[in-house]
């Protein structure tokens, strides 16, 4: 059974970090493509960064250069860390796996959500100003 399960979530001040988990169960992170995408009140999910199948990384423009993502395959576990956070950065944050087929990063952050089949249950991050 595939599970994902977000945590590292919280509420920050401007300029804050924060580093959100997500722990994976039923496959192996290295082999598929994971996600993360966040959903503010009234806006559609969006995305955020993407790991594809071979390691490679995109980011949405709003968030690269303070965001990063990486892997850790030894615990099966997806990060996301957050620098300068922004008060329009607060969110429900969403990782996602993707095991349909290879596509490299760039194209699948274009995509969106769509192509996702399996999330986690949400963390909320709180920016203050």
């Known amino acids: 059974q595939v599970q994902l399960v977000e945590s590292g979530g919280g509420s920050v001040q401007d300029g804050g970090s924060l580093r959100l988990s997500c722990a994976t169960f039923g496959y192996a992170v290295s082999r598929v493509n994971m996600g993360w995408f966040r959903q ?3 806006k559609e ?12 990384k995109s980011y949405d423009d709003s968030v690269r250069g303070r965001f990063a993502t990486s892997l850790d395959k030894d615990k099966n576990t997806l990060y996301l860390d957050m620098n300068l956070l922004k008060p ?5 944050y969403y990782c996602a796996a993707d ?3 290879f596509a490299p ?8 959500p ?16």
């Open 40 to 42: 503010a009140p009234g």
């Open 45 to 56: 999910r969006e995305g955020v960064s993407i790991i594809d199948s071979v390691g490679r």
């Open 88 to 92: 329009e950065d607060t969110a429900m």
């Open 99 to 101: 095991a349909s087929c």
């Open 105 to 112: 990063s760039s194209y699948i952050i274009r995509q969106g």
């Open 114 to 129: 769509s192509r996702f089949a399996y999330w986690g249950q949400g963390t909320q991050v709180t920016v203050s100003s």
